[in-house]
């Protein structure tokens, strides 16, 4: 983090606490003990601001998320099993999104392409409101891809993609799940009563390829709250 701190003001004989010039003359007064005094006051307090400033900074900075801790936690936890990698990182391509528009009852429809290095995950995922919700009861309902260790969540309101991806499922190392939130950049057009889904907004990834990094690992809730 780069902190913006207030430029302290450079005090020299050409530029010194304003004495005030003589109409007619024009002419510099001498600088006095007094002019000294006020500067070192000055200077003094802009020193206690910028020091006041950074204590505050002190708690935001304490709560920032680290990616490197995250990072390594992962591969600690990778260590334990060569067989098992933790999720670091991940691609989605071909990404769309349908959204109903003037009263149409359609629900949503995602789609797109998950890949894994890590873990050799490579799983379509698709919604179109005849999937059943895979998380836990209690929390916003999210949807598993063909390969169920990877489950998304599409906020419409705010036009993000939530990814899980279970870390190590059914081994001793399981009971983690690492996530991910962004929101991709969309082109949309309309669609009309006479396409597949209705009236509506379709609308495709401007990046075809998104490389993203997770950054959290949870443990995980099962489905029902139980």
């Not at 050409?14 to 005030?20: F, V």
């Not at 007064?29 to 505050?56: C, E, G």
């Not at 990094?213 to 995980?220: G, K």
């Amino acid at each position: 983090m780069t902190l913006l701190l207030p430029c302290l003001p450079i005090y020299t004989t050409a530029s010194r606490y304003k004495p005030h010039l003589l109409p007619s003359t024009r002419r510099r007064h001498p600088i006095t003990q007094q002019d000294y005094s006020n500067i070192r006051l000055h200077t003094a307090n802009m020193l206690m601001m910028n020091l006041h400033a950074l204590v505050a900074l002190i708690p935001l900075v304490a709560s920032l998320p680290s990616m490197p801790s995250f990072k390594n936690r992962i591969k600690s936890l990778s260590s334990r099993d060569d067989q098992c990698p933790f999720p670091e990182s991940y691609k989605i391509t071909s990404l769309q999104v349908w959204t109903p528009k003037n009263n149409n009852t359609h629900p949503i429809v995602v789609d797109f392409q998950y890949a894994d290095n890590e873990t050799k995950i490579e799983t379509s995922c698709y919604y179109n409101g005849t999937q059943p919700n895979a998380g836990p009861e209690g929390l916003a309902p999210r949807y598993a891809c063909e390969n169920p260790t990877v489950q998304f969540q599409w906020i419409q309101k705010t036009s993000m993609l939530s990814i899980i991806e279970l870390a190590c499922p059914n081994t001793a190392e399981s009971g983690f799940m690492a996530v991910d939130q962004f929101t991709p950049r969309l082109s949309c057009v309309d669609t009309s009563n006479s396409t597949a889904f209705g009236e509506g907004s379709q609308c495709f990834s401007l990046d075809f390829a998104i490389q993203r990094n997770f950054t959290a690992l949870d443990p995980i809730a099962p489905p029902g709250g139980n």
